[in-house]
């Protein structure tokens, strides 16, 4: 698709809700037609809905198409991209949990094959093309459907006392050596419990690589917790899971990054692994520039009752945090968005409506809030 233009929709920027018309020109963004506006021959009329940047998901393990933990083949690979892109996720970062290292540093080449941390390899852009039965005209201009910034490795340098689903027999302490050889440049994020032996120095060898590390699955005190972030520590994955509960003589971690306004906490809002009351906890004690939403999703899912990975997209948990009345649809929006971008020092290329930014819309029908069209580096896809 050459040039697009989007009427009458509401723009859900940083700054503002505007109402307004997008212009996209090849992949780019811009407020101001380029060209004459009768020129543009592909026309989406918005009205009655709000466009917003693609949601950028932080923790994806996988779906019923796609376990990433399990050596993936390019096709399920694709599949499990079309199904993020239907629901309006437009970048996400793999996920790999706690397994023998070698099938870590198996998985993680897997992954880098496929151009995760850089673009995507042009066998997968096809056949996530083809799922969407683009033709070779349609996807001339947009090279790639959909960004994969890096690898979240999620392990295997845990707390054995907070496991969750993570196989026990592969969680270890931390060992510089080990840490050194699962570090790639398509590793960007990595969920540890810093406490203990070693912490400081796998956080310095992290942020040394420029690899975002993220306090998790740990059994780590108040005292502990600080000191991780004081060292760099930025994030906390999927808080109030796998984490100590709140205690009153006994505060941990949670307590820590709930007081220390630096730290971004991620949150799973599919209203089973987090109460939507502890959820309006988080949200007024951090603000909306402070959380992260996440699906976890995962092939294996939430299944029985147990937390198992989530079976959530990052859309559904937009709309529930909306409908249980915790904040508005653009604050939501910021929370799948901009904040996981500036989390990830992205904000330049990806999570909010920009001019000249890479074009990855979603368009939402303001009264239901269901998704209506997905454009993709330019390419309406749905």
């Not at 700054?15 to 090849?26: A, F, T, V």
């Not at 006994?250 to 306004?261: D, F, M, R, Y």
Request: glycine residues 8%; hydrophobic residues 40%.
């Amino acid at each position: 698709m050459s040039n697009l233009r989007i009427t009458k929709g509401e723009l859900i920027t940083p700054e503002s809700i505007k109402q307004g018309d997008l212009y996209i020109e090849g992949k780019e963004l811009s407020f101001q037609p380029k060209q004459n506006k009768d020129s543009y021959t592909s026309i989406i009329d918005a009205k009655d809905c709000y466009i917003t940047p693609g949601l950028f998901d932080l923790q994806l393990n996988g779906n019923k198409d796609c376990n990433v933990w399990n050596s993936p083949t390019v096709n399920s690979f694709a599949k499990l991209c079309a199904s993020m892109l239907r629901s309006g996720v437009t970048a996400f970062l793999p996920t790999l949990i706690t397994d023998d290292i070698k099938n870590m540093q198996k998985n993680i080449l897997l992954l880098e094959s496929f151009g995760v941390g850089n673009n995507i390899s042009s066998l997968l852009n096809k056949e996530i093309s083809r799922l969407f039965k683009l033709s070779s005209n349609d996807i001339s201009v947009a090279n790639d459907l959909i960004i994969l910034p890096g690898i979240h490795l999620e392990g295997p340098y845990l707390s054995v006392h907070k496991p969750g689903v993570h196989p026990p027999q592969h969680i270890r302490p931390i060992d510089i050596d080990e840490l050194r050889q699962l570090i790639k440049p398509s590793v960007k994020l990595m969920t540890l419990a810093p406490e203990g032996k070693n912490g400081k120095l796998a956080i310095k060898c992290l942020l040394e690589n420029k690899i975002v590390p993220s306090l998790g699955h740990s059994n780590a005190t108040f005292a502990e917790a600080s000191d991780a972030f004081a060292e760099g520590v930025s994030m906390v994955t999927h808080i109030f899971n796998a984490l100590p509960t709140i205690h009153q003589r006994q505060p941990g971690a949670i307590v820590t990054a709930l007081l220390n306004k630096n730290v971004y906490c991620c949150v799973i809002c599919d209203g089973l692994h987090v109460d939507p009351s502890m959820v309006k906890l988080l949200l007024e004690v951090k603000g909306k520039d402070k959380v992260i939403l996440v699906t976890d999703i995962a092939a294996v899912g939430t299944t029985g009752g147990g937390l198992m990975g989530s079976s959530i997209t990052l859309s559904e948990a937009v709309v529930n945090v909306v409908k249980w009345g915790l904040a508005s649809f653009p604050d939501a929006i910021k929370m799948a968005t901009l904040n996981p971008a500036r989390a990830m020092g992205l904000e330049q290329q990806i999570g909010q409506i920009k001019e000249g930014h890479r074009a990855d819309l979603v368009i939402w029908d303001k009264s239901s809030l269901t998704i209506r069209h997905v454009i993709a580096n330019g390419t309406k896809i749905v």
